[in-house]
């Protein structure tokens, strides 16, 4: 009696562990973009956040769920892929309202001093289908985002379709998806660069970088 009371106690103890494990296999990456999305909501500055990071943390998780269909991997890895693109996309939809505040009321603070009060206030409104290059991720509202992702996804998805009996390109859809993860710290290392700063900017990049990189690589190796 006691042997079986000790064995359901281990079975239980197991599987509290793999739950444990799977919860931070899947939500480990997100975890540290919580304070970020805080502090920029807090104090209405996106500055020291680039949202390239974003750009980069979707292609590679789009890039790493169509790798999934050419070589199968721990489902978990796919719910992780998953995850971040709508974290990232909520981030995005943040910054994206907090940039646009932010050049309104420069914007307006500029007319006040211009003794320009009447005029109407106007921002240029920057949309992804002008496919200007000079505005590209720097568009006005979050739904231009929003259809660049999409537009990305279905040509990746296509190109994925036609070419899934290719054993080169399945590996090779696997090694871009790693390699643009492991780029993650190159736009916020820009961003610090341009600011001469790290002022708004928490560890969760180079944490993401740093997990991230390793289940992209696990994903690729199943």
């Known amino acids: ?4 009371v000790f064995d359901q106690v ?13 919860g931070a296999m899947v939500f480990g990456g997100v975890i540290p973009y919580i304070p970020q999305y805080r502090d920029i909501r807090r104090t209405q500055n996106a500055e020291g956040f680039s949202t390239y990071v974003c750009l980069v943390l979707l292609v590679a998780n789009i890039l790493r769920i169509l790798f999934r ?9 796919l719910w992780q892929s998953i995850i971040m693109i709508a974290t990232m996309l909520v981030m995005l939809n943040l910054c994206t309202d907090v940039r646009m505040a932010t050049e309104l009321n420069t914007k307006r603070r500029s007319f006040i001093a211009t003794d320009s009060k009447d005029e109407e206030i106007r921002i240029p409104k920057r949309i992804f289908l002008d496919f200007d290059w000079s505005h590209f991720w720097s568009w006005s509202h979050f739904v231009d985002y929003l259809q660049c992702v999409l537009a990305f996804t279905l040509v990746a998805a296509y190109i994925t379709y036609l070419l899934l009996d290719s054993a080169l390109f399945v590996e090779s859809l696997g090694f871009l998806a790693v390699f643009t993860e492991a780029m993650l710290g190159t736009p916020q290392l820009h961003c610090n660069y341009q600011n001469k700063s790290t002022e708004g900017m928490r560890g969760s990049g180079c944490h993401t970088a740093l997990t991230g990189s390793y289940q992209a690589r696990t994903a690729h190796i199943l």
Do not use: I, Q
């Open 1 to 4: 009696m006691e042997d079986e």
């Open 10 to 22: 281990v079975f239980f103890f197991n599987k509290l562990v793999s739950w444990v494990a799977a």
């Open 69 to 77: 269909f050419g070589r199968y991997f721990e489902t978990l890895l």
